[in-house]
Structures are given as C-alpha cells and as structure tokens.
C-alpha cells in the first residue's frame, strides 16, 4: 500500500509539473492542490458535521444584513467576470466557438484578461462556499441536500483544474455560461433580501432552475462537439469528463425540478 501512494503520488506531481499553466502558476491558491483539498476538506466537514453540532442548542443567527451584503457583492463581481470574461473570448475573432486549444504560449493583451477572469471565477467558487455556511448558522439544515454540497464543493475542485490545466481553451465556455447563470440567480437572493414577499413568486425560482438545466445540457453539446471533431488538440479526456459531469448535473437538477415544481403542483391541484 505505502509503494502504491507513493507511485499515485509521484504520478500527480510528474502530470501537474508537466501540464501546468505557467501564466497562472504564481495565483493564489493555484500553485499545490492542497489548499484546494483542504478547503474541500473543511467545507464538508463543516457543514456535514462540525457546524450543525456547534448550532445544535443554539438559535439560528439573523444574518440578513450580511446576507444582502453578500448577494450584493455575487451580483457585481459575477456581472463583471462575465462581461471581462465574454469580451475576451467568443466575442473575439480569434476565439473559437467550436474547438479552442489550449495554448500556454499565448500571452496577448485579451489572452491575459481572459486570464483574470478565469482566476476571478476560480475565486468566486471559494466564496460560493459560503451559501452553505449560512444555511448552517440559519439552521436551514433542510436546505443542506446532496446536490447543494455536491456541487459547491465539485465546483471548487473542476474550476481548479480548469484554470490551472486549461485557461483560454474550449472549457471556457464553462465559466462563461455560468458567470451569466450567477449573475440571473444572485440577483434573485438579493431581490428577496430585501423583499421577502416576493418568494412567494415562485416562478422566479422555477426558471431559475430551467436555466440551470439549460446550461447543464447545452455544456453536454459543447464538450461532445470536440470529442466528435477534435481538430484543435484539446484534450478529448477533459471533453468526456465534462459531458459526463454535465449530464450528471442535469440529472440531478431535473430530480430536483421534478420534486419541487412539477410534483409538488400535481399534489397541490
């Protein structure tokens, strides 16, 4: 056992030497992986156990101040990843929307702000975190599901890969499209912050929701178009990872609309 984590060991170093992005190999929180596992780490352990058992003869915090201010500050630093990110990607000539390699040696002015908004998002990930740590300190332990955990803590670890391994390449479109889904759904929380009354709008939440799944399945048809044409060398693993990852998602979200709109209208009625 020792000799065969060794070997995994060695094994990751060599491919994380060899396939590292050098224009982002000094970022904060990208050179090891191991401050991105640990904060996985924490995170799960936390909200799974650590935080309910700290709350468990306490009452839930308030937290709607901090909450607004948080929502706030999703909605400005999602809007403006997105629109740097966009301006520098597919709305750009020498952006391909059908298969963009990853090439470490572009270093042009609009390559490197595409760059900044990737790391931005990265970032963004970390502080997504925190939606979970105040259902723990609201006591809304109902809202703490396995799709909930799953995808903050996931995000984290494929938005690592992502900026580290692939800045610039066809899995840009990742980030893009889920820059403009934050910005839609952050606004949502800070409207109903402000204006509780207005949760009663379900319908909100439901498209909300239908956007989600449209991103999940238009992601599947973005990573499966390199994987059937790959003219441009981007690796066809991380394609079919994506679309298997993608798909998963759009099952577990689609579980998730069944269960909370179209189930729950057909017991109402």
Same mark, same amino acid.
């Given at each position: 056992?020792?000799? +065969? /984590?060794?070997?995994?060991?060695? $094994? ?8 590292k ?20 780490? /924490?995170? &799960?352990?936390?909200?799974?156990? $650590? ?11 308030? /937290? ?7 929502n ?6 999602? &809007?403006?990843?997105?629109i !740097?990110?966009?301006?520098?990607? @597919? ?18 002015? $609009? ?6 908004? %990737? ?9 997504? /975190? ?16 396995? !799709? ?17 391994? &692939? ?7 990742l ?6 889904? =934050? %910005? ?5 929380? &800070?409207?109903?912050?402000? =204006?509780?009354e207005y949760?009663?709008? +379900? ?5 909300? %929701?239908?956007?989600?799944l449209?991103?999940?399945? @238009? !992601?599947v048809?973005?990573?499966? +178009? ?6 441009c ?23 998730? @609309?069944?269960?909370?709109y179209?189930r ?6």
């Amino acid at each position: 056992m020792p000799l +065969i /984590l060794k070997y995994f060991y060695y $094994w990751i170093s060599y491919w994380f030497n060899e396939h590292k992005d050098p224009r982002v190999e000094g970022f904060f929180l990208l050179g090891s992986p191991f401050p991105m596992y640990a904060s996985i780490v /924490l995170y &799960l352990l936390f909200v799974l156990k $650590w935080g309910p058992k700290w709350m468990e003869n306490r009452p839930p915090y308030e /937290l709607k101040n901090v909450i607004r201010v948080y929502n706030f500050l999703q909605v400005v630093s999602n &809007l403006g990843l997105f629109i !740097l990110g966009i301006r520098n990607s @597919y709305l750009r000539k020498e952006f391909s929307f059908f298969c963009q390699t990853v090439d470490t040696t572009n270093n042009e002015p $609009w390559m490197q702000n595409l760059l900044w908004a %990737t790391y931005g998002y990265y970032i963004t990930k970390y502080f997504d /975190l925190l939606d979970t740590v105040f259902f723990v300190l609201r006591k809304k332990n109902n809202q703490i599901t396995f !799709l909930h955990v799953y995808h903050h803590a996931g995000m984290v670890f494929a938005v690592y890969i992502f900026t580290k391994f &692939l800045a610039g390449s066809h899995s840009t479109m990742l980030g893009v499209i889920n820059l403009f889904i =934050h %910005t839609i759904m952050y606004s949502y929380y &800070l409207v109903t912050s402000i =204006h509780p009354e207005y949760t009663k709008s +379900i319908w909100w939440k439901r498209y909300i %929701t239908q956007m989600q799944l449209a991103q999940f399945g @238009y !992601l599947v048809f973005h990573f499966a +178009i390199v994987i059937v044409k790959n003219d441009c060398g981007h690796p066809n693993l991380v394609s079919f990872v994506g679309l298997i990852q993608n798909l998963f998602m759009f099952a577990l979200f689609f579980d998730f @609309y069944l269960k909370a709109y179209v189930r729950k209208r057909t017991k109402m009625q």
